[in-house]
């Protein structure tokens, strides 16, 4: 396989490289907050009320932030099959080419600009 995609002229290398440490960041994040979301204890004895509170705001935070790394996995999952497919760097409206700098911005982008302004309406 080339490097560079031959409808865009994209070089896949570099998208690749960076889809995969994008996608491993995530999932060490994934492994180091993992204990944040557990479930909070309910123990007056061991801890105030407020302090419990706190715990379980924190780990409604955690159990977001591990939400939103998971979305982030299935886009770059779904990115690298893109690529596998000769489908990176096309927009799924259009069919035209994803601008580079939007790429460059957000590796997992489905839309081209003028498609992404036309979405937000």
Known sequence: MTT???NTGIDLK???LRLIKLRDELMEAEEMSSEDSNTVELDQ???GRLSRMDQMQSQQMALES???R???IRKIDAAWQRIENGEFGICSYCEETIEFERLEFDPTSVLCS???NIENF
């Open 70 to 72: 998971k979305i982030q």
């Open 45 to 47: 004895s061991r801890i």
């Open 114 to 116: 003028e498609c992404m």
């Open 66 to 68: 591990q939400r939103r």
């Open 14 to 16: 570099q998208f690749r």
């Open 4 to 6: 560079k995609d031959l």
